[in-house]
């Protein structure tokens, strides 16, 4: 059965803006890869706030040379959205939305994957396995009862949405911050619950004193050094630094603690994982792992230190994977001039 089974050139598990650039760095050696991902083609900017703006230049999003033109300086969630379709277009790329990558073994010559999508699951036959699933599916859990209330969420979606209600915000980092201005300037009643007695060194500069001082004016509440520990249809527990408990009216909640790659699913194949770290094993050069023909790109080679890696450095890790030696060099020459420490 399994040797009629078409094999594919490469499958790559991740349609993001990674797991596209690995797809052109195949098609441009003559392979045709089948990229699948667990959601939408760029997932992980369509969970960005609708009307967010890049952090980043167009130029640094690019990828297979195709020119990123928007219409400001930075653009904007729609316009990477746009701008990534268009290049899966021009590439002919075969993308398989809503399947998702269940497990994978070697059956000798190939790899098996099995994936499951709308209509159940079906197996995949492969040369190589390339893994560039990212970490925005997966949220750091609070762990508290009442998480998953319908009123609760790990993304954030639209300010507007706000508007005359309670909002709680959790988490102190960029997006929790970030999250908690715009909600107030949008009318919320806004609540920002923080596990550290300060905000994350990484905050941006120029979010910083906007936040502090809208905490010292009373325009924004904020329990810092506290913990959640309940969360109701009415309202969010709060355990806080001096060890009482307060109820804080909630008709909405936004758990912004971050995210993490779904170091399950590398178990399961067989990837060994740095106990500590989540670092995986992998070879530098090549970025195959300890499992012969599979790879891995973008963030998820950092383990759980996700911000080491972004849109503009991983995405010349296809060159590292599909390329010679001499491509393999011009990669990091170009993932050393493209790297930003986080905050910059």
């Known amino acids: 059965m399994e040797s009629k089974m078409k094999v594919e050139d490469a499958l790559i598990v991740g349609a993001g803006p990674i797991g596209l650039a690995c797809a052109v760095s195949a098609v441009r050696r003559?392979?045709?890869?089948?990229?699948?991902?667990?959601?939408?083609?760029?997932?992980?900017?369509?969970?960005?706030?609708?009307?967010?703006?890049?952090?980043?230049?167009?130029?640094?999003?690019?990828?297979?040379?195709?020119?990123?033109?928007?219409?400001?300086?930075?653009?904007?969630?729609?316009?990477?959205?746009?701008?990534?379709?268009a290049v899966a277009r021009a590439e002919g790329l075969r993308v398989r939305p809503y399947t998702r990558l269940v497990t994978a073994e070697r059956r000798d010559p190939h790899l098996v994957g099995t994936v499951r999508h709308r209509l159940g699951e079906a197996s995949v036959a492969c040369r190589r396995l390339v893994l560039a699933t990212g970490y925005f599916e997966r949220p750091n859990r609070l762990g508290v009862p009442g998480e998953d209330l319908p009123h609760v969420t790990h993304y954030f979606d639209e300010a507007h949405l706000g508007f005359g209600l309670d909002v709680v915000v959790v988490g102190g980092k960029n997006s929790a911050v970030e999250a908690a201005l715009e909600l107030f300037r949008a009318g919320a009643r806004v609540?920002?619950?923080?596990?550290?007695?300060?905000?994350?060194?990484?905050?941006?500069?120029?979010?910083?004193?906007?936040?502090?001082?809208?905490?010292?004016?009373?325009?924004?509440?904020?329990?810092?050094?506290?913990e959640v520990v309940e969360i109701t249809e009415r309202d969010v527990a709060v355990r806080t630094a001096a060890g009482a408990t307060v109820r804080i009216p909630a008709d909405r909640v936004y758990a912004l603690t971050g995210f993490q790659p779904d170091f399950d699913l590398f178990r399961r194949i067989g990837i060994a994982l740095d106990p500590e770290t989540g670092r995986p094993a992998l070879d530098p050069g090549t970025l195959e792992t300890d499992v012969p023909g599979i790879f891995m790109a973008g963030s998820i080679t950092a383990g759980r230190a996700i911000s080491e890696v972004f849109?503009?450095?991983?995405r010349h890790d296809g060159e590292k994977i599909f390329g010679d030696r001499t491509e393999r060099a011009e990669a990091d020459q170009r993932y050393a001039a493209s790297y930003r420490p986080p905050g910059e």
Do not use: Q
Request: charged letters at 25%; one cysteine or more; glycine letters at 10%.
């Open 191 to 226: 609540t920002l619950v923080h596990r550290r007695a300060e905000f994350a060194r990484t905050v941006k500069y120029w979010l910083r004193p906007d936040i502090e001082n809208r905490i010292a004016a009373g325009e924004i509440a904020a329990h810092r050094g506290a």
């Open 30 to 85: 003559g392979l045709d890869p089948l990229v699948i991902d667990a959601g939408p083609l760029g997932a992980s900017i369509v969970r960005y706030p609708i009307g967010m703006r890049f952090f980043t230049t167009p130029e640094r999003l690019e990828i297979g040379g195709h020119p990123f033109v928007c219409h400001g300086a930075k653009p904007t969630r729609e316009e990477a959205l746009k701008y990534y379709r």
């Open 311 to 314: 849109i503009e450095n991983g």
